[in-house]
């Protein structure tokens, strides 16, 4: 369009060429000027969150929980419809826009979208603690910019709108950048605040970075290395409690495929966290829940030694004492998990079986949760199953652990349609279809990766080229 500026570069560098370094660009530290970095004036306009117009009743209408599945999709990545009524529009040429009352307008959309299709009694803890969002925006700087650049992130990818994703990345450059600043800044480096901020830059980069498939892995071992920090002690409000339930799992997955250590695997840690009750659980599943992770944290290390064999002469003496102790890892960890998922299915219901509504012919029969927090653990359960049996299966323990290999991957993937749903759903399916794709054959595998295509449309972790062979052989 004539008299519109293509370039993306700053506003005072935009007839130049500009390199778009964040968060300045070279050109204004040459000529000694500040850079007004590279906003483009938008805003999100004050509205009230779309609700579903209400039908009377009558001939024709349908329940509300009729309603509610029409609205949602089976496919992952689709989004609830309240997001795509935030309107977007484009205001002064070079002051961006965004009053406090625009932003909070804005996270109360995209709560509800990240929420979704889980109503408000049944979140899952990353969806819960988004709802924190609104109530420690305002209060720190850094914080700030980092909530302005996931949610400007967010909404420019329901709407296909280029200049928010600018924006998106210019807000993350700046958050980054006072990040560090933070980090150094003894009163403030281990605050609530700075914490969350971590948490959320490490998932704005699980969403966004489409080029470098490890990008998240830095900020997850950052973010690690808070908590290690900050020490079980300071995890003493809701809050901190929810951002430490959201972290544990990237913490955890980190290490698993970085070959680091877990420093979670400890009890310290783990008392420290079964003593915190998250908002909204029963007693007994969040026993059950905490017991579950507390054997999680032990997986990276089952991991690391069964990847050092495939690396190795397992004739070796060396070798056969690392085989035998992982196989005694290995038959620990079934044995403690066998109880274990007696007593989580008599809490939370074991799936039930529907016909697919995709008309899915590798996965025509597919599994249904009671809710989304249930079939998480469900999930994560069936992958630690596989890495526990494949171990096993490798070393020629005598029991059907090929068969029990294929069957705990075929229940993570006859979850997918129900697990998928939403925006974090690809997010919650993260580690499992890492696990399930391990031990895919090749039908198998194309499915996983076919899925994997449809997710990374707005979860970018789940592009295809991330999801490499680690472990070893896919035939089965």
């Excluded at 803890?125 to 914080?143: A, C, D, E, Q």
Aim: hydrophobic letters at 35%; proline letters at 7%; glycine letters at 6%.
């Amino acid at each position: 369009m004539v008299g519109v500026p293509r370039s993306s570069g700053c506003a005072t560098c935009v007839k130049r060429r500009c390199d778009e370094r964040l968060p300045g660009c070279a050109k204004c530290e040459t000529y000694g000027k500040p850079c007004p970095g590279y906003d483009r004036g938008f805003k999100f306009i004050t509205g009230k969150p779309y609700r579903t117009r209400r039908r009377p009743p009558g001939n024709g209408s349908s329940s509300p929980n009729k309603q509610r599945s029409d609205r949602v999709s089976p496919n992952a990545g689709n989004h609830s419809q309240s997001a795509s009524q935030v309107a977007v529009q484009k205001e002064q040429p070079w002051c961006l826009i965004s009053g406090d009352i625009n932003v909070m307008q804005s996270l109360e959309a995209l709560i509800e979208d990240f929420s979704q299709p889980a109503p408000s009694s049944q979140k899952h803890i990353v969806s819960h603690w988004f709802s924190y969002l609104p109530s420690v925006y305002g209060h720190n700087r850094t914080l700030d910019a980092t909530i302005k650049s996931f949610a400007a992130h967010h909404f420019g990818k329901i709407f296909q709108n280029n200049q928010m994703i600018a924006y998106a990345r210019s807000a993350y450059g700046e958050s980054l950048h006072r990040l560090r600043k933070s980090l150094k800044n003894p009163s403030e480096c281990l605050s609530s605040h700075i914490f969350c901020s971590v948490v959320l830059l490490c998932l704005y980069e699980l969403f966004t970075d489409t080029e470098d498939p490890e990008s998240w892995m830095k900020h997850a071992k950052g973010l690690g290395q808070l908590v290690k920090i900050r020490g079980p002690d300071r995890y003493c409000n809701e809050l901190d409690i929810s951002l430490l339930k959201v972290s544990r799992g990237l913490i955890v997955m980190h290490s698993m495929f970085s070959g680091e250590a877990c420093f979670l695997a400890t009890q310290e840690w783990h008392q420290m966290m079964r003593q915190q009750c998250a908002p909204g659980i029963s007693s007994d599943l969040h026993q059950s829940i905490e017991q579950f992770f507390a054997y999680f944290t032990y997986a990276p290390s089952l991991v690391h030694r069964f990847y050092h064999l495939k690396e190795i002469d397992i004739t070796t003496p060396e070798a056969l004492q690392i085989i035998s102790a992982t196989l005694e890892q290995a038959l620990d960890l079934q044995s403690k998990l066998a109880p274990w998922y007696e007593q989580f299915s008599q809490i939370a219901p074991p799936p039930s079986e529907t016909l697919t509504s995709t008309d899915d012919l590798t996965y025509p029969i597919v599994l249904t949760y009671s809710d989304m927090t249930h079939a998480s653990i469900y999930c994560g359960y069936y992958a630690y199953m596989i890495i526990i049996h494949e171990v096993l299966k490798t070393f020629g323990y005598p029991g059907p652990h090929a068969a029990m290999v294929i069957y705990f991957r075929d229940q993570i993937c006859r979850s997918v349609e129900y697990s998928s749903v939403g925006v974090l759903g690809p997010y919650r399916l993260g580690f499992p279809l890492r696990v399930a794709i391990e031990v895919a054959d090749p039908a198998t595998r194309s499915w996983i990766l076919a899925r994997l295509s449809q997710f990374s449309k707005i979860y970018a972790a789940s592009q295809p080229k991330n999801f490499e062979p680690i472990l070893g052989s896919n035939e089965h």
